[in-house]
């Protein structure tokens, strides 16, 4: 079956140390998209990218940074440089920047706890 | 930031409608309303989208008024696995193209 797969689904980690995420796809899609989430808020957008080997900061990019070296693969390492990592980390894809309509799929999450 | 306002909270009895507000008075002509649902610590599920006229699917049915400032998510017959937070989202423009940003949603508590 297509869809995204985030991992690991759950990841200590201790302070200044970076850990990356894994997200990867097989739905042959542009554009991927990584967003944070705390408690009881809702989805804020870290980073995104329409097309391999480019992508653009979202609203809260500091502390974090990624790769898109191939289609299917969107890594999200989270620096010792972010001052409060702990968080619910979604991988999120779609079809391209441009159709019409851009319907996400989201991956199941990666739950990041700095001890 | 979001375009869209969305009611923090709302309950509904189970078997009934629940009828879902959002407001996105800023809307450009081309862009279409997507509704999702947040499942506790689960990924976001998509519903349903639409540009200006009015749509239905197996899980909702969608209501977009006339000048596309506000629509409303209708789940028909609610039951208990329908509590969730749903978020109302209209794509804004970024840089290298346009980036789906997330609001607060509202929380919707469906009650036997």
């Known amino acids: 079956d297509g869809g995204i797969t985030q991992s690991p689904k759950y990841l200590f980690r201790k302070e200044g140390q970076n850990v990356t995420l894994s997200c990867e796809q097989n739905?042959?899609?542009?554009?991927m998209y990584w967003y944070r989430q705390d408690p009881g808020q809702g989805l804020r957008l870290i980073y995104y990218?329409?097309?391999?080997?480019?992508?653009q900061k979202g609203d809260i990019a500091e502390g974090y940074s990624v790769s898109r070296e191939k289609k299917e693969s969107f890594p999200l390492t989270v620096t010792s440089a972010q001052k409060n990592p702990t968080a619910f980390y979604l991988c999120?894809?779609?079809?391209?920047?441009?159709?019409?309509?851009?319907?996400?799929?989201f991956g199941a999450g990666s739950r990041l706890t700095v001890l | 930031d979001a375009k869209t306002t969305q009611p923090p909270s709302m309950d509904c009895a189970e078997g009934r409608a629940a009828n879902l507000p959002c407001n996105h008075s800023?809307?450009?002509?081309?862009?279409?309303v997507y509704w999702y649902r947040q499942i506790h610590s689960q990924g976001p599920q998509y519903i349903i989208h639409?540009?200006?006229n009015n749509e239905t699917n197996e899980m909702a049915s969608l209501i977009i008024t006339e000048d596309r400032k506000s629509s409303t998510l209708i789940l028909p017959h609610a039951t208990l696995r329908d509590t969730a937070v749903y978020y109302c989202?209209?794509?804004?423009?970024?840089?290298?193209?346009?980036?789906?940003?997330f609001g607060a949603g509202t929380r919707l508590f469906v009650k036997a």
């Open positions: 739905l042959n899609h542009d554009a």
């Open positions: 990218s329409q097309i391999v080997n480019d992508f």
């Open positions: 800023t809307i450009s002509g081309n862009e279409y």
């Open positions: 639409g540009l200006k």
């Open positions: 989202i209209v794509r804004v423009a970024g840089t290298g193209g346009f980036k789906t940003i």
């Open positions: 999120a894809s779609s079809i391209g920047p441009s159709s019409g309509a851009n319907v996400l799929t």
